[in-house]
């Protein structure tokens, strides 16, 4: 049975935190509720909410002083948060300032009005996203290639290394075994090479989107890579600054990357 998903809704407007309390307890959610930074402070030490709808709150600033706290606190730093600003005609008075909402960290940004069926639907799929994991396959002939890139997809909330295949051929059975949302494929190993497991998995498991990541990021290799079904190519020499948001980018976005400068000489 389902855990009943708990959310802290945070508003100084009391008819509009009312009427958005009573829609998601109809939608059977578990609703705590504040007013102000004070009054979540204390919420936070009893309660463990699934996700933080941060509302409107006076004086201008508030929210977003709130908002860093939330940040910055072990227990909600990293649950997802929705924004609801202020709308138009009070933005002087209780609106984010532009300063502020370019470092907001939010999964959803909407400003009032807003219905509360709507801002429920909108919650409803915040929780269903962070409910999900990208499921990820590594596979290099390399022991420590493939700790390494463990080691750092690990530290992502929302990614998930479900297993480990040594060559190509151990890559096309694996996916067939765990079914993984992403690959991230060397290109040079033995038994089958990581281009012909790419033409593989895109033909026969086509909801499978590979990534390579290969220290032979020569041109040939690169075209050969996009021309077998790969969605990117990222160079190792880059992998520390570009795989996770590649990962993110081919997943979310169903985009494929921009192809890698070569290396030079």
Same mark, same amino acid.
């Given at each position: 049975?389902?855990?009943?998903?708990?959310?802290?809704?945070?508003?100084?407007?009391?008819?509009?935190?009312?009427?958005?309390?009573?829609? !998601?307890?109809?939608?059977?959610?578990?609703?705590?509720?504040? /007013?102000?930074?004070?009054?979540?402070?204390?919420?936070?030490?009893?309660?463990?909410?699934?996700?933080?709808?941060?509302?409107?709150?006076?004086?201008r600033g508030e929210a977003f002083s709130l908002h860093q706290?939330?940040?910055?606190?072990?227990?909600?730093?990293?649950?997802?948060?929705?924004?609801?600003? %202020? %709308?138009?005609?009070?933005?002087?008075?209780?609106?984010?300032?532009?300063?502020?909402?370019?470092?907001?960290?939010?999964?959803?940004?909407?400003?009032k009005p807003i219905e509360p069926a709507s801002m429920a639907?909108?919650? $409803?799929?915040? !929780?269903?996203?962070?409910?999900?994991?990208?499921?990820?396959?590594?596979?290099?002939?390399? /022991?420590?290639?493939?700790?390494?890139?463990?080691?750092?997809?690990?530290? $992502?909330?929302?990614?998930?290394?479900?297993?480990?295949?040594?060559?190509?051929?151990?890559?096309?059975?694996?996916?067939?075994? !765990?079914l993984p949302d992403v690959v991230i494929m060397d290109i040079?190993?033995?038994?089958?090479?990581?281009?012909? %497991?790419?033409?593989?998995?895109?033909?026969?498991?086509?909801?499978?989107?590979?990534?390579?990541?290969?220290?032979?990021?020569?041109?040939?290799?690169?075209?050969?890579?996009?021309?077998?079904?790969?969605?990117?190519?990222?160079?190792?020499?880059?992998?520390? /600054?570009?795989?996770?948001?590649?990962?993110?980018?081919?997943?979310?976005?169903?985009?494929?990357?921009?192809?890698?400068?070569? %290396? /030079?000489?």
């Amino acid at each position: 049975m389902a855990t009943t998903k708990k959310i802290l809704i945070v508003d100084d407007e009391p008819d509009f935190l009312l009427a958005l309390q009573k829609t !998601l307890e109809a939608r059977l959610y578990q609703v705590a509720t504040a /007013s102000n930074k004070a009054e979540v402070q204390e919420r936070i030490k009893t309660i463990d909410p699934d996700v933080i709808i941060l509302g409107t709150m006076t004086p201008r600033g508030e929210a977003f002083s709130l908002h860093q706290w939330l940040r910055q606190h072990p227990k909600t730093k990293d649950l997802p948060v929705l924004v609801i600003d %202020a %709308a138009p005609e009070k933005q002087l008075i209780k609106g984010w300032r532009r300063d502020e909402a370019m470092v907001m960290e939010a999964e959803d940004y909407v400003a009032k009005p807003i219905e509360p069926a709507s801002m429920a639907v909108r919650t $409803q799929a915040v !929780l269903e996203r962070a409910a999900k994991r990208i499921k990820v396959l590594i596979v290099d002939d390399h /022991s420590v290639v493939r700790d390494g890139i463990r080691a750092v997809l690990t530290l $992502q909330k929302d990614i998930e290394v479900v297993g480990e295949a040594v060559n190509g051929k151990d890559a096309v059975e694996k996916v067939r075994q !765990l079914l993984p949302d992403v690959v991230i494929m060397d290109i040079v190993m033995p038994e089958m090479d990581g281009l012909e %497991a790419t033409k593989r998995i895109y033909k026969e498991y086509p909801q499978t989107r590979v990534l390579m990541l290969s220290q032979y990021d020569d041109e040939e290799n690169i075209l050969a890579a996009e021309q077998l079904g790969a969605y990117g190519f990222i160079p190792k020499r880059a992998a520390s /600054s570009q795989l996770i948001n590649g990962i993110k980018t081919i997943y979310y976005m169903g985009e494929h990357l921009q192809r890698p400068a070569t %290396a /030079s000489g």
